[in-house]
């Protein structure tokens, strides 16, 4: 049986190109003793792998040159040689960009697919949804009857962190591009407000959009939309930086001018990584699993079909061209 | 009785002049029924100054064209017409640039001149040592073993910061510039290291000078200091951002460039200021002046003669040319 997978061909710098990735078709490897053979079904892309593209450490080590491509995937069980795996469970596995892959059983989990499709599991029950919830939670902080805004507010994260401020009592304003994607946030998602930082009034929208200042902002992309969110804070406000997609291309990062806001007004601004959480995932996938189940948590998905296209998928995500939680079918 | 004050002539644009001050000798007032008139004995000077010689709103409203320069004195009360006062009390005020002043009794504060200067209650003992106090200890959390460091650290501010750190276990590592303030932080003040920005090489220095990485930073300063710590910092470390004297002067902010360490590393960056503490005012000054008392918190003045200059004194505060708390000595 023959595998499919995308290795690192050379480290991108500025924007990533599809000649950064180069297709291997080696045989698929047998578990061995301990391990789990699994056939990936859906493969999430993410920002975070820009990140990891490039030579310098991030949160974790680089991907190496000619090393397969990090990324979860959700997949099922074809053989196992792990007591607590059989054969058409069920998992979420970190086996990257490929078709097929052996895993020890303790890097793997069962997710229960008849309580939400397999693929939730990469997206509103899974990091993007945990992000959003403990994020928003633990360090937005967000009290009854505060303005939340979120950037990327049509995406995986930013969906589900709008949604949550508005269940948690709060006014949610968006930033997203275009007015097919502010159309969606606030009609679709139940967003107050969704600002377009493509019509070029970036400022005098958001002040529109939040007549009381901004109490949260729950930031994915950085650059020259933090700089302009700073402006309209509040006073004792809370910023949750959890992605800075804006410098991830970048060959020279954007330099941020207005952070005297995060002094004048006293802002909390803090980075954050879901792992950070990982002993509390049940406790987020049980609230976002019943939001869902009550038909109060909407999501969508963006799917691209067939491994060969990820890396037009990832560039595409890196450039918001994407609408939703970006997944690649591959099977 | 002639008074003399000075006045706001001017909005500067970029550096401060001493054109942007105008001094007037105009009668001195009597206190009305509630009032204490005053004899400034010392006008404190502070980098927040400059921030109010702007139209833009910072922490309050700014100082008008013609107004009162704001600021801090100690004096001594020369009539009463409030129960809670006498003649020959000293008192803390916010009466600002000029020789006398009547203030209701309510902004007065007593303070014990046996104790301690009456100087050092615009010090060690008043804003600077309480916002080093709060800020090290609310907001930068240290734990015993961590690295401290802290820029304009032969500063008011600053060198409280450093000595506080010490006190509660931690390395204190301090930035300041030119070797005669170096010498003055690790030889009087008793830091582990300081580094001198001036000299060229601050991220290697810094690199050198903590080991360990840095785990709180304590930013009186900001701009390219800001930006070359960010790239030292731990992983779930603390910045205090109390001051960024390198921005109040700039016609065009500095651009941040590296604000993506808060984000990978999970650093928790926060704004502050001293009032949002000021029911617990007590508590930092009885710890403060008991350091003081048992030789442990070492503090030093830099006092320039007659209010005539206090003008030309805050220039040379936000150039760095002070060395140790700036204080205009008034009679």
């Not at 698929?28 to 450490?57: F, H, I, Q, T």
């Not at 979420?92 to 989990?109: M, Y």
């Not at 403990?134 to 962190?161: C, H, M, N, R, W």
């Not at 933090?226 to 970048?250: E, K």
Request: glycine fraction near 12%; charge should be positive.
């Amino acid at each position: 049986m023959q595998n499919k997978r995308w290795v690192l061909a050379s480290r991108p710098s500025g924007w990533l190109t599809e000649e950064n990735f180069r297709l291997e078709t080696p045989p698929v490897g047998a578990p061995r003793e301990g391990e789990v053979l699994v056939k990936n079904l859906w493969l999430s892309l993410d920002p975070y792998m820009r990140g990891r593209m490039n030579a310098a450490k991030s949160y974790v080590k680089p991907v190496e040159i000619g090393e397969l491509m990090v990324g979860q995937t959700a997949g099922e069980v074809l053989e196992s040689k792990h007591p607590a795996f059989a054969k058409g469970d069920s998992v979420l596995t970190g086996l990257g960009w490929q078709l097929f892959g052996c895993a020890k059983g303790d890097a793997l989990n069962k997710v229960d697919a008849k309580r939400a499709p397999l693929s939730y599991y990469l997206g509103c029950l899974g990091m993007p949804g945990m992000t959003a919830y403990f994020g928003l939670k633990e360090i937005g902080q967000p009290k009854s009857g505060d303005t939340v805004v979120v950037s990327a507010a049509s995406g995986a994260v930013g969906s589900v962190v709008g949604q949550l401020a508005k269940l948690w009592g709060c006014r949610a304003v968006g930033i997203a591009g275009g007015s097919a994607k502010c159309d969606y946030v606030t009609r679709e998602l139940g967003f107050d407000a969704c600002v377009d930082y493509k019509a070029g009034n970036l400022l005098r929208d958001l002040e529109a959009a939040c007549p009381k200042g901004v109490d949260v902002y729950f930031e994915n992309v950085g650059g020259a939309v933090l700089d302009t969110v700073l402006r309209v804070m509040n006073v004792s406000s809370r910023i949750v930086l959890c992605g800075m997609v804006a410098d991830y291309n970048a060959t020279e990062p954007y330099g941020v001018k207005t952070l005297r806001s995060v002094l004048s007004n006293r802002i909390r601004m803090q980075g954050m990584i879901v792992f950070d959480w990982k002993d509390r995932y049940v406790e987020a996938i049980k609230a976002l699993a019943g939001y869902l189940a009550q038909g109060k948590l909407k999501y969508r998905e963006s799917v691209i079909e067939g491994l060969e296209n990820a890396p037009r998928g990832l560039i595409g995500l890196l450039k918001g061209e994407n609408f939703g939680k970006q997944l690649v079918k591959l099977a």
